[in-house]
Structure formats: structure tokens, C-alpha cells
């Protein structure tokens, strides 16, 4: 019966995956932002010498390539247990994610356009883990968890926006590759 009510072909690998690439562009990103010296007392990044399209070019990397390998990676499996990846029930998580990623992405645009970049990395944060509970329903209770970490750790850097790219090196970093470890050996080996 769960089998066909949630979508449980999703990779631990791809989760470790994501994880390091995430830290691999929090590295690039503080080493940008230190060279730069662009921080505001606000936890703001100064627009110098074009910064904030550099880190808007990194994060882009980041999430294009965790995609692209989640989505291989998750093809690989269910191909491996003769599953189709395209159902009902991923269908429905999907939509279920795609409320609050498109509301997330909208409004991290609105504080781009308005120069609050004190505020990116918890909304960021926040959305992504509102949008990982929603669809929790249609896969395994992990996702769910994960989401909720995502938004704590949001919520924390709304209040401490001078430590946003250290919490969201935690949250789209550590917390994947944990997630993505517990995925692997409880239900991959």
C-alpha cells in the first residue's frame, strides 16, 4: 500500500551529493565575499565590483547541479526496482513543492530588486524547508524532518542575518549530507 501512495525512489546519494555541493559553494562564496570585504553591519552584501551577481551565479550552480543529480540519480534507482518515476504520486509532490519554491523564489527576487541581501539566506532557508514539509505527505517521513531543520535554521538566520551564509552552509550543506547518509543506509543497503 505505501508503495503506491509515496514516492520512495528518491537517492541518499543525491541528498550527500547536494550537501557538498552546497559547501563546495559556501566555500566559494565566503572566499568571494572575504576577498571583497562586502559585508554591512545589517549582514547585507554590498553591490562591489558586481558581488551579488557572483554569488546569485554560485547558488544557481549549486541548485542546477543538485537537481540534475537528484533527478539522475533518483531515474537510476527506480529504473534499478523497475519503478516509473513520473506517477500520480510524484506528480502530486511536485505540485505540492512547487507552492512554496515559486512563492520562496518571488519573494527572494523582491529583496534582490530592493538590496536586502541581509534576508536571502533565511528565505532561502525557510521556503525550501516550508516547501520539502508539503510534500513530505507523498514520500518517506525523512523529507519531512529535513524541512523542518531547513526552516529552524532560516528562522535562526532572520535573526542573526551577519551568520546567513554559515546557516545556510548548514542547511543546504551538513543537513543534506546527514539526511542524504540516513537515506543511504536505511533504506539503500
Known amino acids: 500500500?505505501?508503495?503506491?501512495?509515496?514516492?520512495?525512489?528518491?537517492?541518499g546519494m543525491s541528498g550527500i551529493l547536494a550537501g557538498l555541493f552546497a559547501l563546495a559553494g559556501a566555500g566559494w562564496a565566503y572566499t568571494l565575499i572575504n576577498h571583497h570585504e562586502a559585508i554591512d553591519s545589517t549582514g547585507s552584501y554590498m553591490e562591489e565590483d558586481g558581488l551579488v551577481s557572483q554569488l546569485l551565479m554560485i547558488a544557481?550552480?549549486?541548485?542546477?547541479?543538485?537537481?540534475?543529480?537528484?533527478?539522475?540519480?533518483?531515474?537510476?534507482?527506480?529504473?534499478?526496482?523497475?519503478?516509473?518515476?513520473?506517477?500520480?504520486?510524484?506528480?502530486?509532490?511536485?505540485?505540492?513543492?512547487?507552492?512554496?519554491?515559486?512563492?520562496?523564489?518571488?519573494?527572494?527576487?523582491?529583496?534582490?530588486?530592493?538590496?536586502e541581501h541581509g534576508h536571502i539566506a533565511s528565505g532561502c532557508l525557510i521556503f525550501y524547508g516550508l516547501a520539502l514539509v508539503a510534500g513530505s505527505q507523498y514520500t518517506l517521513s525523512e523529507v519531512k524532518w529535513?524541512?523542518?531543520?531547513?526552516?529552524?535554521?532560516?528562522?535562526?538566520?532572520?535573526?542573526m542575518p551577519g551568520y546567513g551564509l554559515l546557516l545556510w552552509a548548514i542547511g543546504f550543506g551538513a543537513l543534506h549530507i546527514l539526511y542524504g547518509t540516513i537515506m543511504h543506509f536505511k533504506y539503500e543497503r
Do not use: C, D, Q
Open 1 to 11: 500500500m505505501e508503495r503506491s501512495s509515496k514516492f520512495i525512489s528518491l537517492s
Open 146 to 159: 529535513l524541512g523542518i531543520g531547513e526552516i529552524l535554521l532560516g528562522l535562526l538566520a532572520l535573526i
Open 60 to 115: 544557481l550552480v549549486v541548485f542546477v547541479l543538485s537537481i540534475v543529480t537528484s533527478y539522475w540519480l533518483t531515474m537510476r534507482k527506480a529504473k534499478s526496482k523497475n519503478e516509473n518515476i513520473w506517477n500520480p504520486v510524484s506528480r502530486r509532490m511536485l505540485a505540492a513543492i512547487a507552492i512554496p519554491m515559486v512563492t520562496g523564489g518571488l519573494f527572494i527576487m523582491g529583496l534582490l530588486l530592493n538590496g
